[in-house]
């Protein structure tokens, strides 16, 4: 197993296009996670899923942020009608039920 | 509302010093916290972590040590060495919880 792979590294879109961002966890975890992190800044919790079950929604930033994890295994991440504010390192990562995070190395993405 | 803080952006240090990186915190709820390095273009790792029934973990070369009444916990790297030059975050969470709270990072910087 290579770790957290997040799909692109970097990704440049325009104002007002939809974004869509792959994580794929470590085979055996069962959580996976999604992270914003903007410059100088630690990352900020957005979501997490317990298989397929996504049990926490809440902190994520708007209605144009929606995440999936449709077969209890890999992630999106979409984020529609994208605003320059959405520019940051997005951060995907994995813990088994009981277990600390790894993280992946992130997709950056740029709003222009 | 920042429940974990790390105050200083930035830290230089010799090579074979003690880096002491320092974390507050607001939240008494916290019951667990950790420390995460994070080189360029690359996910957080995780380094080391306490309980809020311990006052020290000690790793190798890495200690944090915990102050509950003063909200504030430290590691120190004993001696430092360049490869430690990185950027540190704390986290903390409560009752077993999923959701990391991240303070905004320490750059360490280890001169040769």
């Known amino acids: 197993d290579t770790g957290v792979s997040q799909d692109p590294r970097h990704k440049i879109t325009k104002r007002g296009q939809n974004v869509t961002f792959r994580c794929d966890p470590i085979?055996?975890?069962?959580?996976l996670y999604w992270y914003r992190q903007t410059l100088g800044q630690g990352p900020e919790f957005l979501t997490y899923?317990?298989?397929?079950?996504?049990?926490?929604k809440s902190r994520l930033l708007s209605d144009r942020f929606s995440a999936e994890r449709p077969k209890g295994s890999f992630s999106t991440l979409e984020i529609q009608r994208t605003e320059q504010g959405d520019s940051a390192m997005y951060l995907c990562a994995s813990s088994p039920i009981l277990g600390g995070y790894t993280f992946g190395s992130g997709t950056r993405l740029t709003v222009v | 509302d920042q429940q974990v803080k790390q105050n200083s952006p930035s830290l230089s240090v010799q090579e074979g010093r003690i880096s002491i990186l320092n974390c507050d915190y607001t939240n008494s709820m916290f019951d667990y916290f950790l420390w995460y390095k994070k080189y360029p273009a690359e996910g957080p790792t995780f380094l080391i972590s306490?309980?809020?029934?311990?006052d020290k973990n000690e790793d190798g070369r890495f200690t944090v040590f915990l102050n509950k009444s003063a909200k504030h916990l430290s590691l120190h790297i004993v001696p430092s060495q360049p490869g430690d030059s990185a950027v540190y975050f704390c986290?903390?969470?409560?009752?077993?919880?999923?959701?990391?709270?991240f303070g905004g990072g320490t750059r360490l910087m280890v001169k040769p």
């Open positions: 899923f317990q298989n397929e079950a996504q049990l926490e």
């Open positions: 986290a903390a969470n409560w009752n077993a919880g999923n959701m990391l709270t």
């Open positions: 306490i309980s809020s029934i311990k």
């Open positions: 085979s055996e975890h069962n959580r």
